[in-house]
Every structure is written in C-alpha cells, then in structure tokens.
C-alpha cells in the first residue's frame, strides 16, 4: 500500500497503463480484477479444472519438500515496512499469510519458489501458502497459462480467480488454525 497508494490514487484522476482502479475497486471489495488478455490482447474468459490437491498440501510446515527457499534479502526499505506491518499485526493479533502466487516464468517448476523462510524471520505466529507451478498448470498449454496473466508477474480476471479458488481453502484452515475457531 505504501507504494502502490500514491499511482492508485492518481489513476482516479488519470487513466494509466493498466486502466483506472476506481470501478474495479468498487465492484470487487477493494480488489483489483483486470479483465485484460496477455500483453493486452483481447480478454476471454478461462476456467481450467481445478488440481486434485489436498488443503494441507499447500502449507509449507505441512509439505516443506514442495518449496525451495532462495534467501534472497529484501533491501533495507522493503525490510522496514514488512518489519513495521508484522509488528502492527502481532500487536493486534491479526492472524498472517505469506502467499505464493506463481508467475509465469515459473510453470515447469516443480517447487514453490520462496524468497525467504518467513517462518524463520517472523516465527511460528505466521503460515506460508503456496502451490507448485507444475501442479497449478498441469495439463495446460503455454497459450492456456497465458490467458491466466495480463503480463509475466500480474494476474488476470482467469488467474485471479483460478488461484483463488485453489488458495482460499489454505487461507480459511490458516485463520481457523490462529484463532482456534471452527
């Protein structure tokens, strides 16, 4: 938020390479849903089947073979913000998810790719969420994983919502887990 709020702000006043965020937030609870096609072709709506996955799975202390840690650091500014956001959500309790949503250099992949072992730096107060590349886009075609992104890093309507589905199962037991709540 603390660098994105100032170019969603101006993209109410002005349109910018990726359109205005005004109606998407407002349809969408906040949430930015881009119904852009890859490298802004054409959208068109894809649903592929969801994998056969069990929810445990997609934790990294349930199944810590799936994810390969690469220790790469945050720089100093990213580690101030990340440090202060943690702090502020401990203080008040608020239950955290570090989650891995894939990009699309990363389909063959068979591990999630991790930057950090956010277990190791925030405690065990946090889970980590992610599902291997290679099980997320099994069976598609290259042009098929495509029409899931708008760019190499961004998500799409398609993607957001496949990786959604595939995700919120991992978040709800996370929230269960941290609050003791059925």
């Given amino acids: 938020s603390v660098l994105g709020a100032p170019r969603k702000v101006l993209s109410l006043?002005?349109?910018?390479?990726?359109?205005?965020?005004?109606n998407s937030c407002e349809k969408n609870c906040g949430t930015i849903v881009l119904s852009k096609g890859w490298q802004n072709e054409p959208f068109q709506f894809f649903a592929p089947k969801l994998p056969d996955l069990k929810?445990?799975?997609?934790?990294?202390?349930?199944?810590?073979?799936?994810?390969?840690?690469?220790n790469d650091e945050l720089d100093s500014y990213q580690m101030h913000f990340l440090k202060s956001n943690m702090a502020l959500l401990k203080l008040y309790k608020v239950p955290v998810v570090f989650m891995h949503f894939p990009e699309l250099i990363?389909?063959?992949f068979e591990q999630v790719a991790l930057r950090s072992n956010w277990l190791?730096?925030?405690?065990?107060?946090?889970?980590?969420?992610?599902i291997p590349p290679k099980i997320a886009f099994g069976g598609m075609t290259k042009d098929?994983?495509?029409?899931?992104?708008?760019?190499?890093?961004h998500l799409n309507a398609n993607g957001g919502e496949y990786i959604s589905k595939i995700m919120i199962p991992?978040?709800?037991d996370a929230y269960r887990k941290a609050t003791n709540s059925q």
């Fill in 144 to 153: 098929q994983i495509k029409s899931l992104y708008y760019d190499d890093f």
């Fill in 55 to 70: 929810t445990d799975d997609l934790f990294f202390s349930n199944n810590g073979a799936a994810f390969a840690v690469s």
């Fill in 120 to 130: 190791k730096m925030f405690g065990k107060d946090v889970d980590i969420l992610g």
């Fill in 106 to 108: 990363e389909p063959g």
């Fill in 170 to 172: 991992g978040v709800i």
């Fill in 13 to 22: 006043i002005r349109e910018n390479g990726i359109g205005t965020y005004k």
